[in-house]
């Protein structure tokens, strides 16, 4: 028993070990990544349902770099937020979107809105609204072509000061977005007083559908709940016509998900955009 107890105890020193070092060595990665701006932006379509009309962009972050395997967002955004260099990739991320944004707009190409995802840490530390506000300045992109998404979990987390929050961006000419709607339990009565104009189904909700009788009742409910309040609804992950069908159906305003396209780099973005209508 005894040999037996040392064993399991050298192998769980052992994974700890490992895990601290593997972890270490992404914290490394990521903060020579930041110094070197070496993330990029890559752009997933956002479509409306009844004419299939691009509407929007949202940007998604990456790093691909030369010789290392690259990895996604669900792998460092969490060590980031730990680290509190979250504040770092967001200032960029809103800096490159805009830049983006405003160099399509003088090549004459329309993208609708370009939306971007804040964390919620990015809530708590006070400048965010500040950097926003600098970002546009500096770039030149008409505030209502920029959306921000907020994960419905992170706005419920931060209570009172996610609304005062959002009414200082929403102050800027930004639109706003609940994201993974329906995993944050929030309340009609705080919806109501968010200044959002978009809630976005969260993909565990579109994944099953039209079959699953639950789901699909669920999402009623939320595109129903959409336009009692005036606000535009968008599904997440839709990677089949079929569900694509079903939301049109019930009046779901919009969708994204690889049944349209995966997230790709902006060169390739650059090709879903329309001309820009004359002003
Ligand atoms: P999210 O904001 O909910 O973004 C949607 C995620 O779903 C993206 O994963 C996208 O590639 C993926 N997706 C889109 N359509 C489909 C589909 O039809 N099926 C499936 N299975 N997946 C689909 P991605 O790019 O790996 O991003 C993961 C998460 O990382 C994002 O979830 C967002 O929370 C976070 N993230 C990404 N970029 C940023 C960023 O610039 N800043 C911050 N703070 N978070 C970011
Ligand atoms: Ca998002
Ligand atoms: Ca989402
Ligand atoms: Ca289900």
Same mark, same amino acid.
């Given at each position: 028993a005894k040999r037996a107890g040392r064993g399991v105890y050298r192998f769980y020193t052992e994974s700890l070990t490992t895990a601290a070092q593997s972890r270490l060595a992404l914290d490394t990665r990521l903060r020579r990544a930041l110094e070197n701006k070496e993330f990029v932006l890559w752009y997933q379509p956002l479509y409306r349902?009844? *004419?299939?009309c691009l509407i929007g962009l949202e940007a998604l972050v990456r790093l691909n770099q030369p010789g290392l395997p690259p990895i996604g967002p669900a792998e460092f955004i969490p060590l980031l937020e730990e680290t509190g260099q979250i504040t770092t990739l967001g200032a960029w991320v809103t800096q490159e979107a805009c830049r983006q944004g405003r160099a399509w707009l003088d090549e004459?190409? *329309?993208?609708g809105r370009i939306a971007i995802n804040l964390s919620p840490q990015e809530i708590r530390r006070g400048q965010t609204d500040e950097r926003v506000r600098e970002a546009l300045e500096r770039s030149g992109?008409? +505030?209502?072509r920029l959306e921000l998404e907020l994960t419905e979990s992170g706005l419920m987390e931060q209570g009172e000061r996610a609304e005062a929050f959002l009414h200082r961006l929403r102050a800027l000419g930004v639109r706003l977005a609940i994201d993974d709607f329906g995993t944050g339990y929030s309340s009609l009565a705080y919806l109501k007083r968010f200044p959002v104009s978009k809630l976005k189904i969260d993909r565990s909700f579109v994944?099953?559908?039209? +079959? *699953?009788a639950n789901d699909a009742q669920l999402v009623q409910t939320m595109v129903s709940m959409g336009r009692n309040l005036g606000i535009s609804v968008l599904a997440e992950g839709v990677e089949t016509e079929a569900q694509f069908d079903y939301l049109r159906s019930l009046g779901c305003d919009a969708a994204q998900g690889y049944f349209f396209s995966p997230p790709r780099p902006a060169d390739e973005a650059r090709h879903w955009l329309r001309p820009l209508a004359a002003a």
């Open positions: 349902l009844a *004419d299939r004459g190409l *329309d993208f992109l008409p +505030a209502e994944r099953d559908l039209p +079959a *699953d």
